[in-house]
């Protein structure tokens, strides 16, 4: 069990790897995707590849965007 509440289940639709990080790109519903970066190694361990089901977990203090 973990302590964050604000997790979503979804599917892979594409795993970027680069070469230290991985964008991983998650549907979580029709027209609602997540976009993770997390570390080349850690893409590698989870053997994360399109289709796969998982579950995104958003535990952050702050998420900001600004745009003029």
Not at 18 to 35: C, D, F, L, R
Not at 41 to 55: M, P, R
């Amino acid at each position: 069990m973990l302590s964050a509440r604000n997790q979503f289940a979804g599917t892979i639709q594409a795993v970027k790897l680069g070469q230290v990080m991985a964008e991983v790109i998650i549907k979580i519903a029709p027209k609602i995707e997540v976009v993770s970066l997390i570390s080349r190694t850690s893409a590698e361990n989870l053997k994360l590849k399109k289709g796969d089901k998982v579950t995104a977990i958003i535990k952050s203090t702050e998420v900001m965007v600004a745009k003029d």
